[in-house]
């Protein structure tokens, strides 16, 4: 009889490779892994636990993972002032706001408060600050991959892009070895980085096996401003600095054509979307892209798409997207882009993103009693069932971090009043 730190026994819970559902498993947590997964009528057989977990009215999945976002969230309450700044090159207003200094934590807090509220364990985050991002995420005790943003415009993070580089590198050092923080270089654009700075990002990220995400939207505008400048389009522009590898993913982007692809598989690149980048797209067909062997993951979207991070919301939208343009997307892959397919694409893939022995116990449970009364829940399409205001309990490596609704590491209401205020102050 082995002694373990808890037992979780579910209803249903998905399988080590999420495509089946199991009925009547128990997940076993000792540390922060998990250490067995079996059916619930043997495991008092073989474990002895003084926390046991009964949820008779559930499924569980492994923790969620959101592919990129921006913690950046106070521009969500004000859209138009926002587009109109965009739309006149003055995003880095944002950035200078004196008000900046006073709000980034909270607006970093935030972020994770609904990042767990949502069933998101792991979030990739590119915020205006990612010094402050760290620190709340250090404070609640959850996993963030930072975003280490790069761009030649003068923001109040940098000067330019060399000091950009320059800041990245020290705040990688400063926290490089943390098991619960990683990082990934953000270079803005093709339009907004130079060459050299891009030359540099390839070879230290492969030196320091540091990830890249890189908004090519491979838009009409940048495809001609591509060829323009560079003879080529985005993506070749890209494959020519030698950037493109398994850790890049492409952001934001709204057209491929056969060449992209190829290019795509040769270099096995991921590619991130989400609601609003498929929507907007032109010809991207997502069974096709599968069918060639990409690895897709999903994402909320940018700030300026006014998205809260639910991925449950973003797979059941994509679900019926692809229906209607008849991509028939098993609902094995939905469930993939936000989970293992997200973990490979930031290199975590043998850590979080399956339930599975030896993975760290990133779990967790959604109530379907809704669901169960109108019988056994079938896998095929239960992405459009699951709902992420339904999700009650919280786990990441194999500590409580939301439990029955309640957040175990934020006090969430002292939050959204300190954030309410400081709202009010920026919309004046």
């Not at 095929?380 to 786990?395: A, F, M, Q, T, Y």
Request: proline fraction near 2%; glycine fraction near 4%; aromatic fraction near 6%.
């Amino acid at each position: 009889m082995n002694h373990v730190d808890k037992i979780i026994s579910t209803k249903w819970m998905l399988d080590d490779k999420n495509n089946s559902l199991l009925e009547d498993h128990s997940i076993v947590v000792d540390g922060n892994t998990i250490q067995d997964i079996m059916p619930s009528s043997q495991v008092a057989k073989r474990y002895s636990t003084d926390d046991k977990i009964l949820l008779q009215q559930h499924i569980i999945l492994p923790g969620l993972i959101n592919s990129y976002n921006d913690s950046s969230i106070l521009w969500r309450h004000n859209q138009n002032s926002i587009k109109k700044k965009i739309k006149n090159n003055l995003y880095t207003d944002y950035k200078n706001d004196p008000l900046d200094e006073c709000h980034r934590d909270v607006s970093s807090k935030i972020s994770i408060l609904e990042m767990i509220k949502k069933g998101i364990t792991t979030l990739c985050d590119s915020g205006a600050f990612p010094e402050s991002m760290i620190d709340q995420a250090k404070k609640t005790n959850v996993r963030c991959t930072i975003g280490l943003g790069i761009q030649n415009t003068k923001s109040k993070w940098a000067d330019d892009e060399n000091q950009c580089l320059d800041k990245s590198l020290r705040v990688f050092d400063d926290y490089n070895g943390d098991p619960d923080i990683q990082f990934f270089f953000n270079p803005k654009s093709i339009k907004d980085i130079s060459k050299e700075i891009l030359h540099k990002i390839s070879k230290i990220s492969n030196e320091l096996d540091i990830p890249v995400k890189m908004s090519v939207r491979n838009s009409e505008a940048e495809i001609k401003y591509s060829i323009g400048n560079y003879n080529c389009r985005p993506i070749e522009y890209l494959e020519k600095m030698e950037i493109l590898n398994n850790k890049f993913t492409l952001l934001e982007t709204i057209n491929l054509n056969e060449e992209d692809i190829k290019i795509l598989r040769k270099y096995r690149v991921n590619l991130d979307i989400d609601k609003y980048t498929k929507i907007s797209s032109k010809n991207i067909n997502i069974k096709n892209i599968l069918d060639n062997k990409i690895n897709i993951t999903m994402s909320s979207g940018s700030v300026i798409d006014d998205s809260s991070p639910d991925m449950l919301e973003e797979i059941s939208i994509l679900s019926l997207l692809s229906n209607v343009s008849k991509e028939e997307i098993k609902t094995k892959d939905l469930l993939n882009f936000i989970t293992i397919n997200s973990a490979k694409a930031i290199g975590l893939e043998n850590r979080v993103g399956l339930l599975s022995k030896g993975y760290l116990a990133d779990i967790i449970s959604v109530n379907i009693n809704e669901l169960l009364k109108r019988g056994r829940p079938s896998f095929d399409g239960i992405e459009r069932k699951l709902k992420s205001n339904d999700i009650d309990n919280v786990w990441m490596s194999g500590r409580y971090i939301m439990k029955n609704k309640k957040l175990m590491t934020i006090i969430e209401e002292k939050i959204y009043d300190r954030f309410i205020s400081i709202k009010n102050q920026v919309l004046k």
